[in-house]
């Protein structure tokens, strides 16, 4: 009998493996924002995004917002499309309770640890359209590049209800 894995990123790792998904792995130093990331970045050929983990106004509502790193993430908008009270950032203390993950390694990955679907997720729509997409694997040391049906795939796995959303994204220069 295998013994079950030990890291985060293992764990994600045997999950990927175990669903057939193709994915590429890049190790870089740990990065706790997407501007440190935005670095090593460079030379990984993929649409890149920013990971957030929020709550409502009251504490009873958890979110996973996942957005191409670009996109402009309105709060009080997205609150409203959610149908939710005002959103704010949660705490590290939440990220480990609900998606066993420390700041700076917030990736729609910690959905594995969310077996009883306490988090929703709210996924920018233009990752549909993107030829790859890059997420950590519960780690903020390296970075998963994977296709966005093979995303999808991953999301529908974990039971998740997933609502697509459209983030205005600006133009970067």
């Excluded at 359209?129 to 796995?157: C, I, K, M, W, Y």
Aim: aromatic share 8%; net charge negative; glycine share 6%.
């Amino acid at each position: 009998m295998a013994s079950p894995p030990t890291t985060p990123d293992a764990a994600v790792h045997a999950v990927l493996d175990a669903l057939g998904i193709a994915y590429t792995r890049h190790d870089h130093p740990p990065v706790f924002t997407v501007e440190e990331a935005e670095a090593h970045w460079r030379d990984i050929d993929a649409t890149h995004c920013k990971n957030l983990f929020l709550r409502n106004q009251k504490g009873s509502r958890h979110y996973l917002v996942v957005a191409e790193r670009h996109a402009a993430v309105d709060l009080k908008r997205l609150a409203a499309q959610l149908g939710d009270d005002r959103l704010s950032f949660a705490s590290a203390e939440r990220l480990a309770k609900y998606l066993g993950l420390t700041p700076g390694s917030v990736s729609p990955f910690g959905l594995i640890n969310d077996p009883g679907h306490h988090v929703q997720v709210a996924v920018d729509t233009t990752l549909r359209a993107a030829e790859r997409v890059a997420f950590h694997p519960n780690v903020n040391t390296a970075t998963l590049v994977l296709s966005p049906a093979d995303f999808q795939r991953f999301l529908g796995s974990t039971g998740h209800a997933v609502r697509w959303i459209r983030f205005d994204t600006p133009d970067v220069g």
